[in-house]
């Protein structure tokens, strides 16, 4: 332990008696390390942020669907009963008949994208209702003239959110009703309206499919998909489930033509693509982290070529190559383990204010930073490694001649 704690003293004392190329050389590394941790921190935040809005968007259901091209079956309301009966578990099953149409309040008429569903489409969002409530299997059976709408739509429509009760014209296809507003969703998430911006604007209207049947002569009796609602927990065993059982019930064993995911298939695909996408940014920024390394390596070379008579006295009096080749390793490990040091700091510095400008939540793990010490040390023992063995090796006599 002596020996090591000189050859640290003497490192040491070599960095501080060369202030300015002490600083210049650990720029580099400061510079790699603080992009490195920077990166895998807005990396970590804007996984986290992704992930949690896609499961806002929608992150309670599972979609069930039948390829017309395969098959000639079609789903029923006697399929969603089924699974409602044998999935006890599931918050409920829905079909989605979506089209395009118009809307006119008070104010104007909006182009809308109007959907026809069942009462357990209220999970399909997690934007709950704020005003009135959603329409329950009653209205859905009577096949009442009732919506639900998004309350940013209804300020649009109405120009106010207090429009519980008022009635909105809804045209399909030339075709005209009128329906009354009875509740309100919650206005969509930030990662919602990023896919959304720069795209026409479209109110979103939710009626119930029996209406939209009667009034604009929809067939829903037979339909090619159907939603299925759950807690994220048990959704993606549920939707197998569901999976199974509509494919026994109509004879699609071997055919391909069912097909089912959830938002957690997406979720996970995301998160691959998401992971590439930091593992590029990371090996970019790891680039910085060589390129101080070389700088490192230039410094330790000019510093063997300073010190060269110093190298011969040492070993004239005794020391030993391994003891010469410690020393500079330690001189190399110590600058680049110093400029990690402040990189981390810096790093860290940086990764909250970028997150906080962009509003995603500051993840900063103790692996990267464990990490970014332990490799900015590799970094300089790697690029010291030259240095020191020439250092090493230098004969006492040729070393004092010059």
Known sequence: MGKFGEYFKSAIKQIIGNGYRTAMTMLGIVIGIAAVIAVVSLGNGMSEFVQSELNGIAGNYGQISIDSSKTSETFGLDDIELLEEQLPDIKGVSPDFMTYGKVKGRRETFEAQITGVAPAYRYAMSNDIVKGQYFNKQ????NQKVCVMLRDDAKK???TEDCIGMELEMTIWGKTATYTVIGLRDSMNRLYEFIMEGQDYYATIEIPYTSMGVDYDFNVDTFYSMMLFADQSILTENIDKARDILTNRHGLRGTKALTAYSMADISEQLDQILGYARTFL?????ISLVVGG???M???LVSVTE???EI????SIGASTGAIL???LAEAAILTLLGGIVGIFLGMGMAYIICTLIGFKVIITPTSVIGAAFFSVLIGLFFGIYPARKAAKMKPIDALRL
């Open 298 to 300: 230039n410094i330790m």
């Open 294 to 296: 070389i700088g490192v």
């Open 326 to 328: 410690t020393q500079f």
């Open 139 to 142: 209205q859905l059976d009577s």
């Open 157 to 159: 429509i109405f120009g």
């Open 307 to 309: 010190r060269t008579r």
């Open 312 to 315: 011969g006295i040492r070993k």
């Open 282 to 286: 990371l090996l970019v920024s790891v």
